[in-house]
């Protein structure tokens, strides 16, 4: 009683209780939802994401900050070759640190650095959450548990190896990795040109088939799948690469990647 005493007469109580306030933040192992439009128009809600499977790699920046671009540019290739092993699975956001921070700071700031990933207005509730700005603070966050696989104060490229063993522990966790699972279903030609075929067994229990861009928006959407063989016509699509993902309910199966092509 006394000790407490002490702390709040000499005002000292102010800085344990921030000291605090931060361990705890630190410590967090689940994520915290958001449901909010990126800087290019995206509507994103985060959970939701979580729960089809993906896996998303948080940085919260500073503008005025050189170890925030490192890191923006660190992860973006650091992410990247998950495209190719896991298409569509693996997403990298960045939010300003602060409320202050618009949508018009973080484009110029994406442009002035050569950067390419959807970026968000400032939110102080999410940086907080995670325990502060850190210049940057780095998270990885996967699961329909929404867990917290990384959260790190700080970044260098010697940490692209924890971030990485962060991305893939969250991605065997969900999927399964080490066994190879009897899907059941089949799509053909790849690459194709003005038709893409599906076909899913009765028996697959897959519910639900999603054709998507390179930047995870959905084109076509096919439900109650299961027994059942179609056709779509895609002939008005640019030429480039599409991913086509299996659900059963709300969980993502497997997702394949697809290229377009002209003859």
Known sequence: MTNLYFLLKSGKWAGVAACLLSMQAQAQSTALDFQAYDCGGTYHHLFQELDQGYVVVLEFAMMNCAPCVTAGKGIETLVAPFQNT?????????F???????CDDMNNWLAANGMNH???AGDAVQT?????????TIVVVGNPSH?????QKGYSPSHDKNIKSAIEQALAEYTGIGSEPLFGFWAYPNPFNTQLNV??????????????????????????VGGVSWSWDLSQLPEGTYFLSFFEG?????????????K
């Open 86 to 94: 896991h298409p569509g699975r693996v997403h990298f956001y960045t």
């Open 96 to 102: 300003g640190y602060e409320n202050s921070i618009d």
């Open 118 to 120: 959807p970026v968000f």
């Open 128 to 136: 907080n959450y995670y325990g502060g700005m850190g210049m940057p």
């Open 147 to 151: 867990k917290v696989y990384y959260n």
């Open 199 to 224: 076909s899913v067994s009765a028996g697959s229990g897959i519910t639900r088939v999603v054709l998507s861009d390179l930047t995870g928006k959905a084109i076509l959407t096919r439900e109650g």
């Open 250 to 262: 709300k969980k993502l199966v497997a997702t394949r990647k697809f290229s377009k092509r002209y």
